[in-house]
């Protein structure tokens, strides 16, 4: 019973703090198990968890510092601007073929991970032919978050890495049955969006618009003049390794699915091929990897805290004590069903609290409970991903608040027009995994 309060008042006081903002994630993940394991008597021991906790994720700490690295060196080099340049050539003044191609371009940029980054590149690429045409920018707000949350499902997203961490699992095992769910959510969001484009077109009709830049310069007689610079640096373009840097991409990535290496591995490999294939003066080298520091450190420490936390708590007897509390209250009848109830209230979990508080205080408990009906820790780690495009929703994501100040669109607007669409994908998702075989519709009493 001690165990079970120390269990339950860690994790209560921790989303407690993160979510009034008292105290940074990073520093709540570290200072919060260590006081609670020394009001339990752990103190002698509480060294050798917090190592163990962190020598079981140390491998996703390291995929995630490479990855963060290798797509910084790609968007550097300039990967991604000619699917830009495209996109904007084909979509001229249809609306149509506009939102189709914010949502391709979200998809594509999306990939780093990196939420922030992708809705900077697509507002100030695609809001100003938006505004000349008159069209809803909620639509433009509302596809982009969609393909952020679902692309951000790869090992080197936060969710992903999260649960991972969280549950001591390897993050290619969470990520790599998955790829036929996200491509079948991919499809439903570009099914949305030809909807939503349709909407439009036959609102507003196809329009005659001069070249590229024309459009652009004529955007701030409608629109906010916030639209952000984005940053190119044309001495670090490299269009003439665009053919490379697209094959290096798609070695990695087929790499990846096919499980020739351990992740961690081959991000390091990659990312060191990319830098000197780019860069190969030593001293850019340097600069390149200063220039994305600031990303690793906000991330992987992170990472590294989460070890601190599930270390103790494991350690400790914390979640086992806390596992078999939560089986005393769910109905016998309802426990095989574990997997679809996390994959169900991940969508209003990590709604009303972040990532790491769901990931890091709730699901390992779901997880420790499952057991018991045979759902394994990576089945469970799979459901909870499912509400990753609600999540997105929350008013406690930053990059949300970023996405919706540049687009210039009331926060509330964005909430109500985008979660019908939002809480679809979701259900899509979580037909799809059931389908696939991701995690059981039943476990079993092991």
Known sequence: MLLTLLGFGMVITFMTLIMTKRLSPLVALILVPIIFALLGGFGSGIDKMMLDGIRKIAPTGVMLMFAILYFGVMIDAGLFDP????????????????????????????????????????????????????????????????????????????????????????????????????????????????????????????????????????????????????EVDQDLRRPKLLWVNAGLTLALMVSLVMGVLPLPVLFMIAFAIALVINYPDLAEQRRRVAQHAGNVLSVVSLIFAAGIFTGILSGTGMVEAMSRSLLAVIPDAMGPYLAGITALVSLPFTFFMSNDAFYFGVLPILSEAAQGYGISPVEMARASLVGQPVHLLSPLVPSTYLLVGLAGVDFGDHQRYSLKWATMVCLVMLAAALAFGLFPLVGQVA
């Open 83 to 230: 699917i830009v340049g495209r996109i904007l050539r084909a979509v001229k003044g249809d609306p149509l073929k506009i939102v189709v191609g914010t949502t391709v371009l979200a998809l594509v940029i999306s990939l780093d991970g990196d939420g922030s980054t992708t809705y900077m590149i697509v507002v100030a690429s695609m809001l100003p032919l938006y505004r000349r045409l008159k069209m809803n920018a909620l639509s433009m707000t509302c596809l982009a978050m969609l393909a952020s949350g679902v692309m951000n499902l790869t090992p080197w997203g936060g969710p992903t890495a999260r649960a991972a961490s969280a549950l001591h699992v390897d993050a290619g095992d969470i990520f790599v049955p998955l790829v036929p769910v996200m491509g079948v959510a991919i499809v439903a969001i570009l099914v949305l969006a030809f909807c939503l484009g349709l909407r439009e077109r036959r609102r507003l009709g196809v329009l005659s618009l001069p070249d590229g830049a024309s459009v652009h310069a004529g955007y701030d007689e409608d629109g906010p003049k916030n639209l952000p610079e984005i």
